[in-house]
């Protein structure tokens, strides 16, 4: 069970995992593939659990006012700030709307949105985010991050390789760089307001205040502890993300719980992954009839097998909150034991 952790003191970044890692402004920062490949275009990055979970999970670390240039995804995205202060913008220029999150805050991003983000505090900084699919695509890039990255060594095949000149790397025979977008092409690109835009931000004083649903099928003896953040089976602030070509397949939920608040031991027949925000907290599981636990502190990440019996309790002395992601567009329901049925029925 303990290959399913990822502790966050032993993340492997990758520091040139992207077009503009070496562009002035761009460069310095750290890309890390916790759960599946992503969108890295770096054949070498290290990607710490392989196996497929219908959606990917990474970071970015960032030194103060270092940039990820202007980018879209075919899929969603979604971040939860870990450590300092970011600054995300949008739009072709990155001027149509901007805000500024700080731990704990969480935003999601539509499909064919040019974003971008940097870190504005004063510390290296880290976010956390989830892509739609096991295999998210391609990035796209603004224009002038590719011209922008000529002269830095670094060339951007058409089928998302990443050739490092100046490490010795060749353009292979018969390849194609990425071409910038025309015209024509970027008039796809969605185009939002900071006010269209704000139903996607959610703060952490927000989980806090606010927590609780009613949805006792999914999240059994524990619903009014739940704060949905992102996917297509909650509103989230009364509009609900969807649509054709805002692709989850995850829903994305934080849990609140005081000290020795939790769940009761549960079982999903789809991935379901944990990553405390803060806090200390316990897993325990049913192996063979036998229970076992670990522990899991902020930034760490957990993906509990399917069809294992599971429980988690916040065994720190304050409130804690942990992000918790269930795998497909209709969260599968929890099977309790039938200990756990009576007890709560």
């Not at 010795?168 to 025309?182: D, H, N």
């Not at 649509?243 to 608040?261: C, I």
Request: charged content about 20%.
């Amino acid at each position: 069970m303990m290959k399913r952790v990822v502790r966050f003191d032993d993340l492997m970044g990758c520091t040139a995992a992207f077009i503009d890692a070496k562009t002035p402004g761009s460069h310095l920062k750290e890309n890390f593939s916790i759960i599946g490949a992503g969108v890295s275009e770096n054949p070498a990055q290290h990607v710490h659990i392989t196996e497929p979970h219908g959606f990917t999970f990474g970071g970015a670390r960032q030194p103060p006012f270092i940039k990820n240039s202007l980018h879209s995804h075919e899929t969603a995205e979604t971040f939860w700030v870990h450590s300092s202060k970011w600054r995300f913008y949008w739009g072709l220029n990155g001027t149509d709307g901007e805000a500024v999150l700080e731990p704990g805050d969480f935003i999601s991003l539509p499909t064919y949105l040019f974003r971008g983000f940097e870190n504005v505090g004063e510390v290296k900084g880290m976010l956390l985010g989830y892509l739609g699919s096991d295999n998210p695509g391609k990035v796209t890039w603004a224009p002038q991050v590719l011209e922008a990255a000529r002269g830095h060594g670094l060339v951007l095949l058409s089928d998302g390789r990443l050739i490092d000149t100046t490490i010795g790397e060749t353009v292979p025979e018969g390849a194609q760089e990425t071409q910038p977008l025309t015209p024509a092409q970027l008039e796809k690109f969605k185009k939002l307001t900071a006010e269209e835009m704000e139903p996607f931000i959610i703060r952490l004083s927000d989980i806090k205040e606010r927590s609780g649903i009613t949805d006792e099928n999914v999240w059994p003896g524990f619903a009014e502890r739940i704060y949905p953040l992102a996917g297509p089976y909650y509103p989230i602030k009364g509009q609900c993300q969807g649509g054709d070509d805002w692709y989850f397949n995850f829903n994305l939920v934080a849990v609140k719980g005081g000290p020795n608040q939790g769940s009761p031991l549960y079982c999903r027949d789809v991935p379901e992954v944990f990553n405390p925000f803060d806090g200390t907290w316990q897993f325990s599981w049913l192996d063979a009839g036998k229970e076992h636990s670990l522990v899991l502190k902020a930034g760490d990440t957990f993906t509990c097998p399917v069809g294992v019996y599971r429980s988690f309790k916040n065994i720190g002395s304050e409130e804690a909150v942990m992000y918790v992601i269930v795998g497909g567009d209709v969260p599968a329901p929890a099977r309790l034991t039938q200990e756990q049925t009576a007890t709560l029925t």
